[in-house]
C-alpha cells in the first residue's frame, strides 16, 4: 500500500511562471489536505479537499493559489504568477472520510528564481 | 479548536527517555491528542494519539493526565535519529467534523551522543 504520493520532489519556477504541485493519497483515502512550511517556519494548513469539493480553504492565499482534487486523479496545488516567496515545501496529506488515517507525504519543494 | 502549549526546545542524552510535555487545558470531552515528529524537512510522521488512557506502540507511550489537560510524550531509549521537531495536535475526527490537523511551534528535540 503505497503511501501519499507528492510529485515533482522539487520544482524550481521563474518569477512569473505557474507551478504545478501533486498528490495522491493513500488507497481508500477520501481526503486531501495542502500545507505550507515556508524555511525555518512551522507546517501553515492552507486547505482540506474532498473529491469534486472544497470543505475548508482557511488557509489558501486569496490570490494566485487554488486546489482541486477531481473526480479522477490527482489533487492539485496550483500557484499562478509565482513570486519569491513562495518558495518553501509544500506538503501533502490524506484521511479517510471521518479523519483517521492521516498521513503525510514527501513534499514538494518549490524554488522560484 | 483546543491550543496545545508546548517547550521550544528540549535536549536528551542518547540511550536515555525523552519526555516531552503538552499543555492543552481548553481539550474538550471528545478530542482526541496527537502527536508527530518532523525529521529536517521531511514529511511530518505519525506517532501516537489517545483520548483517556495511555497508549504504547513501538514507537513510543503517551501518558495522558486524568484531567486531560496535558500529555506526555516518552520515547524509552532515545536515538540520535530521533532528533526533530515534535508536535502535539489536539483534534476531533469523525464525519462531519474539520478534520484537518493545525501545527504549532512544536518542540525541538536534540539527541546528543
Known amino acids: 500500500n503505497a503511501g501519499v504520493m507528492q510529485n515533482p520532489r522539487h520544482l524550481v519556477r521563474r518569477r512569473g511562471q505557474e507551478a504545478r504541485l501533486r498528490c495522491s493519497p493513500m488507497?481508500?483515502?477520501?481526503?486531501v489536505y495542502w500545507y505550507r512550511q515556508l524555511p525555518e517556519e512551522g507546517l501553515k494548513f492552507m486547505v482540506y479537499l474532498q473529491k469534486e469539493n472544497i470543505i475548508d480553504e482557511s488557509g489558501m492565499p486569496k490570490e494566485r493559489f487554488s486546489a482541486e482534487f477531481p473526480k479522477e486523479g490527482p489533487s492539485i496545488l496550483r500557484i499562478q504568477q509565482v513570486v519569491r516567496g513562495d518558495s518553501a515545501a509544500y506538503f501533502c496529506a490524506s484521511s479517510t472520510l471521518d479523519g483517521y488515517g492521516y498521513t503525510f507525504g514527501s513534499g514538494t519543494r518549490l524554488t522560484v528564481v | 479548536d483546543a491550543k496545545t502549549t508546548q517547550p521550544p526546545s528540549m535536549d536528551c542524552a542518547e540511550g536515555r527517555a525523552a519526555n516531552l510535555p503538552c499543555n492543552h487545558s481548553?481539550?474538550?470531552?471528545?478530542?482526541?491528542v496527537y502527536w508527530y515528529r518532523q525529521i529536517h524537512s521531511q514529511g511530518p510522521q505519525y506517532i501516537i494519539h489517545g483520548l483517556k488512557n495511555n497508549e504504547t506502540n513501538e514507537m513510543a507511550s503517551l501518558i495522558i493526565t486524568e484531567d486531560r489537560k496535558s500529555s506526555t510524550l516518552i520515547l524509552p531509549h532515545a536515538t540520535l535519529r530521533d532528533t526533530a521537531v515534535y508536535y502535539c495536535i489536539v483534534r476531533l475526527p469523525g464525519f462531519g467534523n474539520n478534520n484537518d490537523m493545525r501545527f504549532g511551534a512544536g518542540t525541538r528535540l536534540t539527541v546528543k551522543p
Open positions: 481548553t481539550i474538550s470531552g471528545n478530542e482526541y
Open positions: 488507497k481508500g483515502h477520501s481526503h
